[in-house]
Every structure is written in C-alpha cells, then in structure tokens.
C-alpha cells in the first residue's frame, strides 16, 4: 500500500531568513518567502519582531507595491522610495510587516509604467495614461496578500495606508483590519501631479500632511 503523500498547505510559509535591515536603523528582520500564492510571484514579507512596548496592538502592516523606478533608483515622480522608508522604519518600531508585492505599475509590469510616463510627460495623468495604453488604471489584486497574512498567522491587522482600495479588498478576504494608519504625504514639486491624481482620481486619503494641500 502506497502512503498518500498530502498535498502542500494552500499558501505556506516556505523560508525564514535573518537580515539586519540598514534602512530601519539596523533592526533585525526576517525575510519570509511562501509556497502556493494564488498568482504565483514571488511575493516576499519583511517581517519585524515588536519591541516589548508595542506587543499588546495589532501588528502594523504595509502593502507595499514595487516601483523598482522610485524604491531602488530613488526617482522623484513618486513617493514610493520614501514611503517604503516610513514604513520599514514605523514598523521596525511597533513590531508588524510590509509585504512586498510584485505589482509594478499598479500591476501592469515596468516597461508599460515607463511607456505611460512618457504619456505623463505629455500632461496626461498616471490613470488616463494607463488606459491609453489598454491597460486598467489600477489592476491590483490583494489576494495575495490575504494570503501571505494568513500564512504569516497576521490575521487582524492594523493597516498602513492612504488607498481604500487596499482595506476593502483584504477584508473581503476576511482580514481584519482593525485600524487604518495613514501614512505621511511626501508632497514635492516633482511628485505634486502625481499625488493630486491620487486624491482626486484615485480615491486616496491624503491627509496626513503638515499644512494645506495644492489641490484641497
Ligand atoms: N501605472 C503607473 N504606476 C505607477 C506610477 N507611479 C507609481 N506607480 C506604481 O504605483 C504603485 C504604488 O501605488 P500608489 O498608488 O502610489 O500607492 P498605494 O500603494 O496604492 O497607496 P498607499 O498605500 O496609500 O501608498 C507601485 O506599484 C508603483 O510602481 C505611474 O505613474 N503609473
Ligand atoms: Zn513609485
């Protein structure tokens, strides 16, 4: 008689790695890797432990999105470079996780965000100019995410953002996100476009600025 071998857990932690962390004052971190996400990229958690203090609160937890553009070379036209710094450095304090998710572009890959910033170099908006491009003006999806949380056993939550989109779509997949933390509005004369598209088009919460916003 054969012994059934079982099938692998749906979305399970696959490896643990150490890292001390140089961008969140040189924390120790874990580096979490999964088996199973339901879109299959290699989607990875930073995961940091909870100074004593802060254990009791739900953990802090980021989605961050990867923008290779303004994570690694530091580019301008967004915020992403400093919102990951915020957030690995928020996090390294209270104890919790950013997930770092392959979706470039808002899920529509790098070479078609570059072809759409030469659009917005024509005045046309980062939403719009995704659809000239026939493509959807966000095509992210967080079940993923649900996933990785799960897996992570980080199922309620307190939320990092300014995008609702993100809230909804992980409580739709029953975690719960038992508040929502805004993140600081990294408002320049390089990204103010940018970050105006946001508010106005993109449904985002942007109020986590010192003074008036240009575009209230
Ligand atoms: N298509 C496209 N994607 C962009 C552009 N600028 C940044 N991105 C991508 O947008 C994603 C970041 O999304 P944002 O909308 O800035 O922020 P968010 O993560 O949804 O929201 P927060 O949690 O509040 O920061 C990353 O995947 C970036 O690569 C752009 O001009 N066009
Ligand atoms: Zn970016």
């Given at each position: 008689m ?6 692998p ?18 924390r120790r ?10 879109d ?12 004593r203090?802060a254990?009791l ?17 530091g580019s301008?036209?967004?915020d ?14 209270e ?9 470039e ?19 046309i908006?980062?939403?719009e ?13 967080y ?15 307190r939320?990092?953002?300014n995008?609702?989109?993100k ?7 029953g975690?719960e ?6 993140t600081?509005v ?19 919460t ?8 240009p575009?209230?």
């Amino acid at each position: 008689m054969s012994a059934t071998v079982p099938a692998p857990a749906l979305s399970a932690v696959r490896a643990r790695v150490g890292v001390t962390l140089d961008r969140a004052t040189g924390r120790r971190a874990e580096l979490v890797t999964f088996h199973g996400l339901p879109d299959g990229a290699e989607h990875i958690a930073c995961v940091l432990p909870a100074p004593r203090a802060a254990a009791l609160a739900a953990p802090l937890v980021r989605l961050h999105s990867e923008c290779l553009t303004g994570d690694v070379f530091g580019s301008a036209r967004c915020d992403c470079g400093p919102q990951l710094d915020e957030a690995l450095r928020r996090i390294a304090d209270e104890g919790g996780a950013v997930l770092y998710l392959r979706q470039e572009g808002r899920g529509i890959g790098l070479y078609n965000k570059l072809d759409t910033y030469l659009l917005q170099d024509r005045e046309i908006d980062t939403f719009e100019a995704n659809r000239r491009i026939g493509r959807g003006a966000d095509e992210r999806d967080y079940s993923a995410a649900a996933a990785m949380l799960r897996a992570l056993g980080l199922d309620r939550i307190r939320l990092l953002t300014n995008n609702p989109d993100k809230v909804a779509q992980l409580r739709a997949h029953g975690i719960e996100v038992e508040a929502v933390v805004p993140t600081r509005v990294h408002l320049t004369t390089e990204n103010a476009r940018y970050l105006e598209a946001k508010a106005r088009l993109g449904g985002h919460t942007l109020t986590g600025h010192q003074g008036d916003l240009p575009w209230n």
